[in-house]
């Protein structure tokens, strides 16, 4: 007759179970480091490259015109970023006076998107300190018509204008995710925000600095 077999022993499991724990312990300690050092999250980087006035009209005291502004934004994230609820608003004197969502969509891991913001901005009136008779004298713009960072004026008066001008500030704010290794989902949030100065006679976007 052959032996029967002894059923394995309450230690036997034991020490299964305490060997398993302890690879699923080693396993998600592995995953942690991974995505806390390769994977971490990073905010994306707007960067302004330009502000233009296509239109724009004076009169009463008030002013209208529509703005456009283009940025480029960087994903330095090794997942992609899905951004919605994005915005883009214009202040004056601390108050609103234009805005505009941003279309959702998908910039790839470690890649830059350009992207344009254009809009109408309604008439508002403008402060007296803006539109009063006292002289301005500042440099001259770059060419084109399209400027870049840096504060600067420009005219037909030896290379500098004189004359009034306001102030205003663009804000753009853009909220999205990150969804790393199929698991792993972070918010993420990116802000710029940028003072264009304009010369009151024509709108012309003396420079802006960010």
Sequence with gaps: MSKQQKPPSGRTNLASCIVATIFLI???????????????????????????LPSFSVGNNS??????????????????????DSTI???????????MFIPAGKIDAGQTKYM???FAVQSFPISSSSSAASAAVVAPPTLGGVYGGGFGLGGTN????????????????????????HFFTHQVKA?????????VSDGSVLGFRC
């Design 26 to 52: 080693f396993i998600v300690i592995v995953v942690l480091i991974v995505f806390f050092t390769v994977f971490k999250p990073k905010e994306p980087k707007i960067s302004v490259s330009a502000v233009q």
């Design 191 to 199: 802000k710029s925000g940028c003072r264009v100065e304009l010369a």
């Design 89 to 99: 608003q214009l202040i004056y004197s601390g108050s609103q006076v234009g805005f």
């Design 158 to 181: 030896n290379g500098y204008r004189v004359g009034p001008t306001m102030e205003i500030e663009s804000r753009m704010d853009m909220a999205g995710r990150i969804r790393v290794l």
């Design 116 to 118: 344009e913001a254009t």
């Design 63 to 84: 002013v209208n015109f529509t703005f456009s502004q283009y940025v480029t934004v960087k994903n330095p994230n090794k997942a992609v970023f899905t951004h919605y």
